[in-house]
């Protein structure tokens, strides 16, 4: 069943229920929502907090111009 935990919990967060993946995967619904239960905790503890993705976001511009502006090379101590 593990070899199937990674593609049922990306057809959950793509807003399929539970019962939807199971119709779809042939599996009994309630094996499906243990995974699905055991994958969203699993996430939340590896989970990027939202202000390192913010800062990531506002920056990536920036170092885009300067990485253009190095012609592609090294650019962190220009």
């Not at 511009?61 to 592609?72: D, H, N, P, Q, T």
């Given at each position: 069943m593990?070899?199937?935990?990674?593609?049922?919990?990306?057809?959950?967060?793509?807003?399929?229920?539970?019962?939807?993946?199971?119709?779809?995967?042939?599996?009994?619904?309630?094996?499906?929502?243990?995974?699905?239960?055991?994958?969203?905790?699993?996430?939340?503890?590896?989970?990027i907090?939202?202000?390192?993705?913010?800062?990531?976001?506002?920056?990536?511009?920036?170092?885009?111009?300067?990485?253009?502006?190095?012609?592609?090379?090294?650019?962190?101590?220009?």
């Open positions: 593990n070899e199937f935990r990674g593609d049922i919990i990306r057809m959950f967060e793509q807003g399929k229920s539970g019962y939807q993946i199971a119709q779809d995967m042939n599996l009994h619904a309630r094996t499906i929502n243990r995974i699905i239960k055991s994958g969203s905790k699993g996430m939340e503890r590896h989970a907090p939202q202000d390192i993705i913010d800062k990531a976001v506002d920056d990536f511009s920036k170092r885009l111009k300067k990485c253009i502006e190095a012609g592609g090379g090294h650019f962190e101590n220009k």
